[in-house]
């Protein structure tokens, strides 16, 4: 059989699902912060790689093509 409860017992129980939720709900927010800051630091990471990667690929390329096309003597 089914547990009854009071009005009061009822609020309670409510009010304490409430706080539970509301906490659960800032530690998801703080998590997501965390991982968006994750994120950024990443991605700027992945730029600062990029700009001092481009100038070494490029000069390799062109290298090859200026070989490439020029004929040794």
Same mark, same amino acid.
């Given at each position: 059989? #089914?547990?009854? @409860?009071?009005?009061?017992?009822?609020?309670?129980?409510? +009010?304490? @699902?409430?706080? *539970?939720? =509301?906490?659960?709900? *800032?530690?998801?927010? +703080? #998590? =997501? &912060?965390?991982? &968006?800051? =994750?994120?950024?630091? %990443?991605?700027? $990471? %992945? &730029?600062? /790689?990029?700009? $001092?990667?481009?100038?070494?690929? *490029?000069?390799?390329? /062109?290298?090859?093509?200026?070989? #490439?096309? +020029? &004929?040794?003597?």
């Amino acid at each position: 059989m #089914a547990k009854l @409860y009071t009005r009061e017992e009822a609020r309670r129980r409510r +009010v304490k @699902y409430q706080v *539970f939720a =509301g906490m659960f709900d *800032f530690l998801a927010i +703080v #998590a =997501g &912060i965390l991982v &968006i800051i =994750g994120c950024i630091v %990443l991605v700027s $990471a %992945l &730029i600062r /790689w990029i700009r $001092a990667d481009v100038p070494v690929t *490029f000069q390799k390329l /062109w290298e090859t093509v200026t070989k #490439a096309i +020029v &004929i040794p003597e």
